[in-house]
């Protein structure tokens, strides 16, 4: 079964148009679960690059096994059954995602979560890895000058399926920046 392991960053929401100036392919992607049960998820995609020259669509089972391995098979679908399903879905969320390559010729994916005004809310960064690696070898300056935040790899509050709630998202982000400020301070004092 393959396993999925990355590394999540969160970056600054207003980076954006940075991200957008290097990037060598930008994604519109729309996302929704029908199951999104702790350790368990359904999800389908719809995904098209700028200017759409093909509609992608695909589901996507993920399953947390105890240890930490994370199970993801993903499946094209026609798109009279992502149609047909797409009302079913919970959580749906949209997001931009940026293609980026570094120095080491090693992709990144920007993330760009979106609300019903097509504003941003919500910036991350995630990095693809062999099973067992634990970071990436190099993270480039692209990351870390706009990083607000390096995700734990135990840390669950991250994934997507949650971060689709624009409530939940904006108020973890108001809580790293709160930690950030709390963290200087106790290295002024």
């Known amino acids: 079964m393959p396993t999925e392991n990355e590394r999540k ?19 519109h992607i729309s996302q929704g679960y029908l199951i999104a049960s702790r350790g368990v998820s359904l999800r389908f995609r719809k995904s098209y690059s700028n200017p759409a020259k093909k509609i992608n669509y695909c589901l996507t089972f993920k399953y947390n096994v105890a240890g930490g391995r994370v199970i993801e098979i993903e499946k094209k679908v026609e798109e009279r059954d992502f149609n047909d399903l797409w009302p079913q879905c919970l959580n749906k969320l949209h997001k931009i995602r940026y293609l980026v390559r570094d120095m080491h010729k090693q992709l990144w994916e920007i993330d760009f979560f979106k609300d019903h005004n097509e504003q941003t809310y919500f910036a991350m960064a995630e990095f693809e890895m062999p099973e067992g690696k634990l970071r990436p070898d190099h993270i480039p300056r692209f990351i870390t000058d ?44």
């Open 9 to 27: 960053y969160v970056l600054r929401p207003d980076t954006e148009n940075y991200f957008s100036k290097i990037a060598e392919d930008k994604l």
């Open 146 to 189: 706009n990083l607000m935040h390096e995700v734990a790899l135990t840390d669950s509050r991250f994934a997507s399926k949650l971060l689709g709630d624009v409530r939940y998202a904006v108020d973890l982000l108001e809580s790293l920046k709160k930690e950030k400020s709390n963290v200087s301070r106790s290295e002024v004092s």
